[in-house]
């Protein structure tokens, strides 16, 4: 009996850890492209395709060895050893990880459950070291206590569907803020249309000019000459799609004019606060959650200036990352074009954090620099006050959100 218990526990582990990845993919990906192609993998797509082929045999092989540790043919001489090869070199792994980034027992997440438990590399390697005494045992013990022929697959599909459960969640939050970020930036955009409309009637009038279909403008401050201008011109000045690039609008020379440039209601934002923390994120990065994370918490000390994010990403990969990383209330802006957001980090590396006070960018964070408890010396903030809320995949009950 116990021999049995001992393989479902362990058929647990690998099965809970297949899923739970397989339903935080984008999150799984980030982290083993930065672990193999370094912090600048999102400049090397032909290698992403073939860390996404990795990260998918890596759930594949995890997914098989849960699998495997129900079935009776092989278990000693195959399956056993391998799941003991396997934890040996996740846990050697995690030591490696540990040792080589600062407090990287204690911080962070491992990955081993995805997003759905995130674990410490401490947490995940006693997990790791429990796993190896349980499956060293079964191996020692083991005298062909046989199970069921339909126990592996009922145990596979309860797992599996105990751990979709916690992907189960309320998109009101997310609906709402979207409904609302939609309506500002209309706004915002016609305003800018109206104001550059504007702008261009008092610079000139638009004449038709006989037998010839191109428009020309005459200048109202010209008598006796005329301006001609094409019309392409005229349109990209009024096109909201070439709204941040009209022809009268000067080239960015700071960090703000290009933030205010491809966030347009960022200003409006900065006006309103004296002092405004910008963060620069990639929905897809780890550090990114983790960093949102750290301050969705430190926002409960009152201590930290408002928020407003720029997002890197698709509209799924946001909501993705809002439900993983933290609050869906704050302020944000979506670009899905890699270039822009390339230039809005000007050579660093995200994420990017920057205190803008008055107009002044008075400190500045990136995922070389970014500490937290150095962070948080820098507003005052003495603990992190613990609070649970509806995002990242839980256990317990969540407003009824999860059966479980």
Known sequence: MIIQISRIILSFLFVFGAISKLISMPFFDGMVAELILGQDYFNQPKSMVLVQWLTRILVAI????????LQNKGFKKVTLPLTIVILLLFTAHLFYDSFTKENGFVEGNCGCFGDVLPMTNLESIIKNVIGLAVAIYTWIKYNNQEFKS???SVFVGLVTLFTLSFGVKSYQ???????????????????????NFKDLQEDSTITEKAGNDELET???????????????NIDSKISPKNISSSSNQKSPKTTLDLLNLYAP????????????LV????????????VY????????????????LINYGTEYEQN??????????????????FTLFKRLLEGKTYPRILCITQGKILKEWDVDSYQKEKFMDHFGIDEIIKKKENNGLQLELNQGNSPW
């Open 218 to 232: 005459k200048s109202l401050n010209t008598e006796a000459s005329d301006k001609e201008t094409p019309a392409k």
């Open 279 to 290: 963060c620069l994120f990639s929905m897809t990065c780890s550090h990114c959650q983790e």
């Open 62 to 69: 995890e997914l098989w060895i849960g699998i495997a540790l």
């Open 150 to 152: 339909w126990t592996a």
């Open 320 to 337: 993705y990352f809002f439900t993983q990383a933290g609050s869906k209330k704050d302020p944000h802006h979506r670009i899905d074009d």
């Open 293 to 308: 994370r750290d301050i969705s918490s430190m926002k409960l000390s009152k201590k930290l200036p408002p928020i407003y």
């Open 173 to 195: 939050n997310i609906t709402e803020v979207s409904n609302s970020t939609i309506l500002l930036e209309d706004t915002i955009l016609t305003d800018t249309i109206e104001t």
């Open 265 to 276: 209601d960022l200003d409006s934002y900065l006006q309103k606060n004296d002092t405004t």
